[in-house]
C-alpha cells in the first residue's frame, strides 16, 4: 500500500493520516473548505482516547488548552436551581474546543502529509489495483485505498455506498451552538434552562471569555436549509420565541453570531463499514449523534485501529474486517447512549438522575477502555 486519499480534515481524517505516517504510508486528505475549520462545539476523551492522545504526543498540548468546564446547573425560569449536572457527564476526562483540537492535528500532520483545501471528491471508479477518483476542481488520481472521515453528511459514504436516507436516523431533534460574549461573567459552571421538549443552555469557555450557547428542541420540517444561514436563525428565533430566561438575549446574540452549528441529531447504522477498497471512519461510518458524547472519542480510535491494522501485513479486505470486529461493540454501546440520552429529553431533571448518570461507567469496566492493540509494541494489548 502506497497511497491512501482520505476525504475529510476535521479530527478522524488527520488522526488516521498521523497514524500511516508512522507506519510508513503515505496520505492525502481532501477537504472541501478553503482552510481547517474554525469554530465548532467542545470535544471530549475518555478511556481509551485519552491513551491514544498521549501515544500521538498531543496529550500535554491539549491539557493546555482544557475548557475547565465545571457542571452545568439547571435553571428554571426565574434562574433559581433545579438540579446540578456533574461535569464528569459531559465533559469526560479532558475536554476542549474542538477548534483547538483540529489546529493541533494539522500542525501535526501538515508537514508529511499533502493537504488539498477547496476540493472534494465527484466520482469514485474502484478497479482491480485501486482506486480512481475524480475531483470536482482537481485532476483525477489514483489512490491504493480511499477513507471517508468527512462526517454526518460523508459524500464518500454516498458515492460508494449509498443516499445518505438509508444510514442517517434522526433522533427527532435539532441541534445549534454559537458563541457570544460571557456577558453573564460565568467562570466554571455552566447554565441549563428546559422549557418542555427544548433545552437552551451556555457555558464558558476560553477561559472564560465567552459562552458557547446550544439549543436542542423537536425536528421542525425543512428546519436545516442547509446553506441559508439566515432562514437557520429564523427557525431556531421562532421556536425559541416566547421562552423566558435569557433566552431572549440568547437570540440577539444568535443574529449577530458568524459561527453557527445546526444540524440534525442523527445516528449513522451501517450493517458494514467497508466496501472494496473503500472504508468509512468516524462520523461518517457510525456517528453516535453529539449526545452520547463519544464521537471525537470514536473517531481517534478508530483511526488508531484503522491504520495500526493496515500496517499489519494483511490486505486491505482483511484490515477493514479486523477494524470493524474491534470497534463495533464499542460503537454499538455508544449508540445506546445517544438514544438513552434522547429519551432522557422526557423526563423532568432531578438530582437522583445526574447523580446516578455520574455514577455510571467510570470504574475499569466502563466501556470507553476498549481493549484495542497496542500497534506500536508487538500488538500487545492497551
Not at 500521538?56 to 433545579?82: F, K, Q, W, Y
Not at 464528569?88 to 499533502?114: A, C, N
Not at 452520547?292 to 470514536?298: A, D, F, V
Not at 460503537?331 to 445517544?338: I, L
Amino acid at each position: 500500500m502506497k497511497n491512501v486519499l482520505i476525504s475529510g480534515a476535521s479530527v478522524a481524517g488527520p488522526a488516521l493520516a498521523y497514524w500511516l505516517h508512522r507506519h510508513g504510508t503515505r496520505a492525502t486528505v481532501v477537504e472541501r473548505a478553503e482552510a481547517v475549520r474554525p469554530g465548532g462545539l467542545a470535544v471530549d476523551f475518555r478511556g481509551t482516547a485519552m491513551t491514544v492522545l498521549d501515544r500521538m504526543g498531543i496529550l500535554d498540548e491539549l491539557r493546555a488548552h482544557e475548557t475547565e468546564s465545571g457542571n452545568l446547573v439547571i435553571v428554571d425560569e426565574a434562574g433559581g436551581p433545579v438540579a446540578t449536572m456533574p461535569g464528569e457527564i459531559f465533559s469526560g476526562e479532558l475536554e476542549v474546543l474542538k477548534s483547538d483540537l483540529t489546529r493541533i492535528l494539522y500542525d501535526l500532520t501538515k508537514h508529511d502529509t499533502e493537504y488539498i483545501f477547496g476540493d472534494s471528491i465527484s466520482a469514485l471508479t474502484e478497479g482491480p489495483d485501486g482506486v480512481l477518483v475524480d475531483f470536482e476542481r482537481g485532476a483525477s488520481r489514483t489512490f491504493d485505498l480511499v477513507v471517508g472521515a468527512d462526517g454526518l453528511h460523508s459524500k464518500v459514504r454516498a458515492l460508494a455506498f449509498g443516499p445518505e436516507e438509508e444510514f442517517a436516523n434522526s433522533l427527532g431533534y435539532l441541534f445549534a451552538a454559537f458563541g457570544l460574549e460571557n456577558y453573564l461573567g460565568l467562570t466554571r459552571d455552566g447554565l441549563s434552562h428546559p422549557n418542555g421538549r427544548k433545552s437552551v443552555s451556555v457555558a464558558p469557555v476560553n477561559r472564560g471569555t465567552e459562552l458557547r450557547a446550544h439549543l436542542m428542541f423537536p425536528a421542525v420540517p425543512g428546519a436545516l436549509a442547509r446553506g441559508d444561514v439566515a432562514a437557520q436563525k429564523q427557525v431556531i428565533a421562532e421556536v425559541f420565541a416566547g421562552v423566558g430566561w435569557e433566552v431572549p438575549t440568547l437570540l440577539a446574540a444568535l443574529d449577530r453570531a458568524e459561527d453557527l452549528y445546526f444540524d440534525d441529531m442523527s445516528q449513522v447504522r451501517m450493517p458494514r463499514w467497508s466496501t472494496g477498497r473503500v472504508v468509512l471512519l468516524g462520523d461518517a461510518g457510525y456517528c453516535a449523534s453529539p449526545m452520547s458524547g463519544r464521537g471525537t472519542s470514536q473517531a481517534l480510535i478508530g483511526a488508531y485501529v484503522l491504520a495500526g491494522e493496515l500496517a499489519n501485513g494483511a490486505d486491505h479486505t482483511a484490515a477493514f474486517a479486523e477494524y470493524e470486529r474491534a470497534l463495533r461493540d464499542y460503537v454499538e454501546m455508544n449508540h445506546e447512549m445517544g438514544r438513552y440520552a434522547v429519551s432522557s429529553f422526557d423526563l423532568p431533571p432531578t438530582q437522583e438522575m445526574f447523580d446516578a448518570m455520574a455514577a455510571a461507567n467510570t470504574d475499569d469496566n466502563s466501556h470507553d477502555r476498549v481493549p484495542v492493540k497496542d500497534y506500536a509494541a508487538d500488538l500487545t494489548v492497551l
